[in-house]
């Protein structure tokens, strides 16, 4: 029998503490997986914005409307190569107004220039712009209300009131993970023919494309000093930045989330230095016995870390195992299906697993450290008599 066979036998002295632990592990393991794909699926938006593509609103807030007009202006500004505008819609399905989506009135004749990764079939985008009541949904909105292409449906508007009919022109899929599939989009042209003279020509936000990336905040800049002596006057930022301005209004959330994940780690760390220290005290007068024929120190600190590491390595390989078809194939398509919204991709990321199977390790190795020490500066006579 050599060191190592010591040291394998040793951690599977006591059978039920050692899976206990290893269960544990998994567990903890499982919740910080989880954890961390919510932060990584709330930011995919960010994470994969595009970088050629400027957003302008209001420059107070959001919800305040910018002129129609603005638009104009802001296509003639130099490196700017397309434009489209926007309005929030606010409707809700009146056959499940729980479930929410967004809906968003857009200019059509712009639009797929400005957002060319939303993917139509040629024959359904053709019909959806000379369908003046027309509108896109995204697959996932499709599939979540089984709607399809011809469908008559009607949403109840929220900031503009009222039963409004749209049919269903096409589905849209996506090329980037910015993009939230489950989005309804229709003409702006529908909703301002239909609105008050108080309230036409008002537009929520403007959309930029750009020829050059690496320019974009000089661009922002010439925008917004158009309108800098305006009674209105913009804000012009990233798509990743404006991405990162809706992220603000859950900065403590996902804050949060990201300290319990850490915890979460640091007491699985606990529960595998409490069931190595059980085991070390059990164990004294047996490494008392391993000193006296001859086993030197760094000989019982190896079976002491080792035994702590293979249990660690293995609960955090177990939890990996019970983590990627739970969150993937499960609660993944359940999110992505009912709150797209919110996570547009809901997965594991391989750089989240292998940080929790290496944390699960490193901190393994780190609890089991004291105890190791200790036993290694115990005197033969002194650990014999501990039990003997």
Not at 217 to 223: F, S
Request: hydrophobic fraction near 50%; charged fraction near 20%.
């Amino acid at each position: 029998m050599n060191v190592v066979g010591i040291g394998l036998r040793n951690a599977w002295r006591n059978k039920v503490r050692a899976f206990l632990t290893m269960l544990g592990v998994a567990v903890a393991v499982v919740a910080f997986l989880f954890l961390r794909t919510i932060l990584s699926s709330w930011t995919a938006g960010v994470e994969s914005a595009a970088r050629d593509r400027l957003a302008t609103r209001h420059k107070v807030t959001f919800v305040l409307p910018l002129p129609l007009r603005y638009a104009e202006q802001i296509r003639r500004v130099p490196g700017v190569k397309a434009a489209c505008w926007a309005n929030w819609f606010g409707g809700k399905n009146p056959r499940d107004e729980n479930k929410f989506f967004a809906s968003i009135a857009v200019d059509s004749n712009t639009f797929f220039g400005v957002s060319d990764e939303v993917k139509v079939p040629p024959e359904e985008r053709e019909t959806w712009l000379h369908d003046r009541r027309g509108a896109l949904v995204g697959d996932l909105l499709a599939r979540q209300f089984h709607w399809k292409v011809g469908d008559k449906v009607t949403l109840s508007g929220t900031i503009y009131p009222g039963d409004w009919e749209f049919m269903i022109d096409g589905v849209y899929t996506a090329t980037r993970r910015s993009v939230d599939r489950s989005t309804f989009f229709f003409h702006w042209d529908y909703l301002n023919e239909s609105l008050g003279e108080g309230q036409k020509d008002r537009i929520g936000w403007v959309m930029t494309r750009i020829d050059d990336p690496s320019q974009a905040g000089n661009i922002a800049r010439r925008i917004d000093a158009l309108f800098a002596d305006q009674d209105t006057q913009t804000l012009t930022m990233s798509e990743r930045a404006m991405n990162n301005s809706f992220l603000g209004m859950f900065s403590a959330v996902l804050k949060a989330m990201d300290f319990v994940s850490i915890v979460i780690l640091l007491i699985m760390a606990l529960i595998l230095g409490n069931t190595i220290a059980m085991g070390v005290r059990e164990r004294a007068h047996e490494y008392g016995v391993l000193r006296a024929i001859g086993f030197l120190p760094r000989h019982l600190v190896l079976f002491i870390v080792g035994e702590a590491v293979l249990i660690g390595f293995l609960g955090a390989t177990l939890g990996l195992a019970i983590a990627v078809p739970l969150i993937n194939r499960a609660v993944g398509l359940y999110l992505e299906e009912n709150m797209a919204g919110f996570f547009p991709y809901f997965r594991v990321a391989p750089g989240a697993a292998l940080a929790a199977v290496a944390l699960a390790t490193v901190l393994a190795f780190a609890v089991a450290a004291i105890p190791a020490y200790q036993v290694s500066r115990l005197s033969t006579i002194d650990a014999l008599r501990r039990i003997g």
